[in-house]
């Protein structure tokens, strides 16, 4: 049963970045089969879509925030990160990983539990 | 861009009974439209995808149905773990353009 775990500071001052890992068990990140994403949630708001990496390398983002975000993957620990730069308390929310697959199979199948990052001073 | 407009916003339904909840998409996107639940403090969960596939471990009460631009789900026989909010997503185009709806919050009558 795969299972996606984030982790990173919960804390980050404003104009900093935020980074965070998402570890995946129990799969292979090198699957060509999925892509890997990266999913917020505001407190009491709904679900933003950030950006998906997949194991090549290869980033597709938002754009209201490509111009401030990075993602990577790390075959090798079999796990993908997130930067975001120049946060701000809009930045606040839960962070949550997420597997999805390919053409017309680009559903989230599988969630991290979540980590709530909070932007403050 | 897809817009994805679910209603209503808030639904309150006595246990035992069928909620019926609305997600409209601002163009076609045949039947790839998938549905998640979501419980306070948790991650959603994938409940439905090609707009009428349940996911793995899905009970038989909740069915999705619709295609185009109309989908919707229905959870027969509520019980108290569907109370809950819902949200829509479609899985149509490539690149994937990942937007969900707004949400729709079950609540207890």
């Known amino acids: 049963q795969l299972q996606l775990q984030e982790s990173g500071p919960g804390l980050v001052k404003p104009s900093q970045t935020l980074s965070l890992t998402c570890s995946v068990s129990?799969?292979?990140?090198?699957?060509?089969?999925?892509?890997w994403s990266w999913i917020r949630q505001p407190p009491g708001m709904g679900l933003e879509w950030i950006g998906y990496?997949?194991?090549?390398?290869?980033?597709f983002y938002n754009p209201s925030l490509e111009s401030r975000l990075t993602m990577s993957v790390d075959t090798s620990k079999n796990h993908f990160s997130l930067r975001l730069g120049s946060v701000t308390a809009a930045d606040t929310a839960v962070y949550y990983c997420?597997?999805?697959?390919?053409?017309?199979?680009?559903?989230?199948?599988?969630w991290g539990q979540g980590t709530l990052v909070t932007v403050s001073s | 861009e897809i817009v994805m407009t679910q209603s209503p916003a808030t639904l309150s339904v006595s246990p035992g009974e069928t909620a019926t909840l609305s997600c409209r998409v601002s163009?076609?996107?045949?039947?790839?439209l998938a549905w998640y639940q979501q419980k306070p403090g948790q991650a959603p969960r994938l409940l439905i995808y090609?707009?009428?596939t349940r996911a793995t471990g899905i009970p038989a009460r909740f069915t999705g149905s619709g295609s185009g631009t109309e989908f919707t789900l229905t959870i027969r026989s509520l019980q108290s773990e569907d109370f809950a909010v819902y949200y829509c997503?479609?899985?149509?185009?490539?690149?994937?353009?990942?937007?969900f709806g707004q949400g729709t919050k079950l609540e207890i009558k």
């Open positions: 990496i997949y194991y090549s390398g290869s980033t």
């Open positions: 090609g707009a009428s």
């Open positions: 997503q479609q899985h149509d185009n490539w690149p994937p353009e990942f937007t």
């Open positions: 163009k076609s996107v045949s039947g790839n």
């Open positions: 129990y799969a292979a990140i090198t699957s060509g089969d999925f892509y």
């Open positions: 997420a597997r999805s697959g390919t053409y017309k199979k680009n559903f989230f199948d599988s």
